[in-house]
């Protein structure tokens, strides 16, 4: 069974920088895209970034020039690097991502617990 454990969450004054880390470990054969998205009070969960195996990345609008997602295979590990945050930012980050167990198997999706990201003014 594959799980994810998500870290380096926390809280930051607004302008500052937080690196979400989310690794993934247990029977995994092929991880493809991995994702992060959060989830404010009382709001829907939102889609925040993308990247691929191949390292075809896409961001939300609203976090283009400020967040960095990256991946580190040999390490089934995802990252995203939050620059210049904005009270907005606050949420629960999750990651997800999509992966096969077995040369055989078809890919499953797994998400991580979630770690809280707060900014204040």
């Known amino acids: 069974q594959v799980q994810l454990v998500e870290s380096g969450g926390g809280l930051v004054q607004a302008g500052g920088s937080l690196r979400l880390s989310c690794a993934a470990s247990?029977?995994?054969?092929?991880?493809?895209?991995m994702r992060w998205f959060r989830q404010a009070p009382e709001n829907q969960r939102e889609w925040v970034a993308t990247?691929?195996?191949?390292?075809?990345?896409h961001y939300t609008d609203s976090v283009l020039g400020r967040f960095t997602i990256s991946r580190d295979d040999p390490k089934n590990t995802v990252y995203l690097q939050m620059d210049n945050l904005r009270p907005e930012d606050t949420a629960i980050y999750y990651c997800k991502i999509n992966v096969r167990t077995s040369p055989q198997s078809s890919f499953d999706e797994v998400w991580g617990q979630g770690i809280q990201v707060t900014v204040f003014a």
């Open positions: 247990g029977n995994i054969f092929y991880v493809s895209d």
């Open positions: 990247i691929s195996r191949a390292g075809n990345i």
